[in-house]
């Protein structure tokens, strides 16, 4: 007898992950059962009496539990849920299913969960102006949306509905209804959301076989093998919705059919999926190629850390095939390599500083400077690095022609002169203790790569992450990596992240992106409550855009709901300290494991004093050090700002806010205004990164004064 196809929903997986061990090993023996046999008695199928859908059934699981499945011919089940007995004839009288007239996949809802969100919110008690009444029925059906939903989406008159309804249909017609309210038209959201989803092959509703394998079914349904550990493994650890699911725009995006004529760039507010973006781009690149084929691609983001989480993401997404084609390294690993793999050179052999040794360095610099010298340690490692690194200026006639762009004060022949004398003494000691700054180290390595021809360029394409903070000898060194054409660069990056000095207009390091440049607007991360402050907190702020415009979060929002984020002042650090040991215990009673709370600190002195504070409460607790990923076991992820980039957590604790803008991260204004303002820029973006990390939970405390950059998110 020929085994029944049996697929199951999103939702059922997570329904089975909230039941306990015994049901859930009882769960999978009824999916295997179904699938050898479907008219086994002991699967007792059952059709609801009264259901608004016919082809919905349910069967038994156990005596307590029914599994709830739609059945489009008699040996094609889809499962939709898992629910106690009486529950679960409820929900099956209430879901309807249909063959999406537009993507061909299989769409199901219940209808009369909808309904209750209508009553809940009181939309439907009430008459007036409705989100879609100029939607014509016809335009709804054009955009993917079936029919049966329309009744109920002309009742939504409020963002709670629209919101909360949004969830509870199928995810396109989800972000249909939700860029129709935002105010898009209908053709836009036909070619931004819709037309991507749409059958490549004629729809025939008929034909289930084909519904089965569609990509838009797909999204939503996996298939049931006989294999049962992998069964459990599927249901257990199931994939993660980004993998499986990209939002229309993503998709268009990262797996466009027509190439990339040059550098592609996606830009995007915090938790837009850029990196999931980025992670799909190298996939689709990589599918290009056999396994083994020559050359690999490159994805490079900015830390360590972030290049590891990355390695793994990869890994989630493709497994061993994928990642066998791509390289994934930190900006200054890929700057090592060539420096390494080129024998001639004696930059292969010396030890490069990190940001605390080049300032000790220009510290000694300074001090046997000829006395009345009034150029400083901070002006002077401006101008070492976003003067003479940024434009890899290497003689004095280069140093004077040199363009000072974004340099706050003016410097007449003589200064620079005296400035380009101590660069030289400078780089000297350096040459002499055979070392060299990171910065410094990836001119260099943009030297060698320049000699290079095509042939010699190591990568078939580079993917960044994180584009907003490398340097402009980074940029040309990316450049040099991979020969000019079409997908050569596939570029992520948000301007309001920016947390490092680096300013760079692409265009003028080789990499082209005009007319190739997109913005990302939904976040999937954080609740519209976190965001609201994220944005009150940003203000006004218009950052470059890496490319001579300027950036803009115009359309960012969220779909997610969530609590309020709480602020508080404290008297003294040690009682604000006490009360993030509560915050903590409470988020941990309302069910959010240790490791999945963060708790972010402007110094690393107050990072660790909150670690110790946790520990003698009893919780655990670990600070996350540099070039390092968190590690799940030990508890709480307490960590400097700096380091929470790129990451993120269920909840996050902000401390010792007071003292964000830091005083001596900032160039003070009487020796550079333009210095001090991107400095207080910089500092602002630290805590807007720092806020957006949280996904459900926020808290923000301080002793003393609050920061200035909260004043409108307290007020
Ligand atoms: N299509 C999607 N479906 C479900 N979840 C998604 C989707 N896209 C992104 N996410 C989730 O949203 C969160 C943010 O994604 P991601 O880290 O890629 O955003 P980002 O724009 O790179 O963020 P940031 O700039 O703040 O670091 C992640 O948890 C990711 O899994």
């Known amino acids: 007898m020929a085994k029944a196809n049996v697929l199951f929903a999103d939702s059922f997986e997570k329904a089975y992950q909230h039941l306990d061990a015994t049901i859930q090993r009882r769960v999978i023996d009824f999916m295997l059962k179904l699938r050898k046999d479907p008219d086994s008695n002991g699967l007792n199928l059952k059709q609801p009496h009264g259901a608004k859908d016919k082809r919905v059934w349910t069967a038994r699981v156990n005596d307590n539990f029914r599994a709830v499945l739609l059945r489009p011919t008699s ?64 335009d709804f059906a054009h955009l993917a949306v079936g029919a049966s939903l329309v009744p109920v989406l002309r009742e939504i008159r409020s963002e709670d509905a629209l919101l909360g309804i ?38 025939d509703p008929d034909d289930l076989d084909a519904v089965a394998e569609r990509p838009a079914t797909r999204e939503t349904f996996a298939v049931v093998t006989d294999d049962s550990e992998e069964l459990e493994r599927m249901l257990l650890k199931p994939m993660s919705e980004w993998r499986v699911y990209l939002h229309p725009e993503q998709r268009k995006l990262a797996y466009r059919a027509k190439p990339y004529n040059g550098p592609a760039r996606v830009s995007g507010g915090p938790g837009t999926g850029k990196t999931v973006v980025a992670l799909h781009r190298v996939k689709a690149l990589a599918d290009r190629y056999p396994p083994g084929a020559g050359k690999k691609i490159l994805l490079t983001t900015y830390t360590n850390a972030l290049s590891e989480l990355l390695g793994r993401l990869l890994d989630d997404l493709g497994g061993p095939e994928l990642t066998a084609k791509v390289e994934v390294l930190n900006i200054d690993k890929v700057v090592r390599e060539v420096l390494r793999g080129d024998a001639e050179s004696e930059w292969s052999r010396v030890e490069v500083l990190g940001d605390a040794g080049i300032a000790s360095r220009w510290d000694d610099v300074v001090a046997s400077a000829t006395p009345g010298n ?15 690194l940024a434009q890899n200026v290497r003689t004095r006639d280069e140093y004077f022609a040199a363009r000072r762009a974004g340099r706050g004060r003016r410097i007449n022949r003589a200064e620079r002169d005296q400035v380009w004398k101590l660069i030289q003494e400078f780089e000297r000691r350096l040459d002499r203790d055979k070392a060299m700054g990171f910065k410094q180290a990836a001119a260099r390595a943009s030297d060698i790569a320049a000699t290079w021809s095509d042939a010699e360029r190591p990568y078939r394409h580079v ?99 969530g609590g309020k984020p709480v602020m508080a002042g404290f008297p003294s650090s040690a009682a604000e300290l006490t009360a993030l040991s509560a915050r903590v215990r409470a988020w941990n009673k309302a069910g959010i494991a240790l490791d999945e709370i963060a708790v972010f600190a402007r110094t690393s002195a107050t990072a660790s004093d909150a670690v110790g504070v946790l520990k003698g409460a009893g919780i655990a607790a670990s600070l996350v050090k540099s070039g390092t990923t ?80 909260l004043a409108d998110v307290i007020s």
């Not at 990499?511 to 006004?540: F, H, P």
């Open 75 to 138: 040996d094609t089940f889809y499962l939709a849920t898992i629910k106690p007995h009486d529950d679960a004839y409820d929900y099956a009288a209430q879901i309807v299913w249909d063959v999406n007239k537009v993507t061909g996949g299989l769409d199901f809802y219940n209808l009369g969960e909808i309904q209750e969100i209508l009553v809940r919110t009181g939309d439907s008690e009430v008459a007036g102006v409705g989100f879609f009444d100029a939607i014509s029925d016809a």
């Open 166 to 203: 949004a969830e509870s249909i199928p995810k396109l017609a989800g972000q249909v209804i939700l860029a129709l309210a935002d105010g898009k038209s209908v053709n836009d959201v036909w070619s931004e959301i819709v037309a991507g989803s749409a059958a490549e092959d004629e729809i």
């Open 374 to 388: 009034p150029f400083d340690k901070l002006f002077l490692v401006g101008e070492w690095e976003q003067v003479i």
């Open 463 to 561: 993917v960044v992450d994180e584009a907003q903070d490398l340097h402009a000898a980074h940029w040309t060194l990316l450049r040099a990596l991979v020969p000019s054409g079409p997908d050569d660069m596939f570029i992520v990056g948000d301007a309001f992240q920016r947390i490092y000095d680096n300013r760079v207009t692409l265009g003028k390091l080789g990499v082209d992106i005009r007319g190739r440049s997109s913005c990302l607007t939904l976040n999937y991360r954080t609740t519209r409550q976190i965001l609201r402050d994220a944005l009150k907190m940003i203000g006004e702020q218009v950052p470059d855009d890496l490319d001579g415009g300027s950036a803009t979060l115009k359309g960012y929002r969220s779909v997610l709901r």
């Open 630 to 709: 968190p590690k799940p076991e030990s508890g709480v992820q307490v960590m400097t700002m700096h380091r929470a980039k790129g990451l993120e957590f269920r909840a996050v604790a902000i401390v010792d806010a007071g003292c964000v803008p830091l005083g001596v991260a900032v160039t003070p204004e009487t020796v550079d205004h333009l210095d001090h303002q991107r400095g207080i820029q910089r500092e602002r973006s630290l805590l807007f990164v720092s806020l957006t990390r949280a996904r459900e939970a926020l808290s923000i405390t301080w002793s003393g004064q609050p920061s200035p950059f």
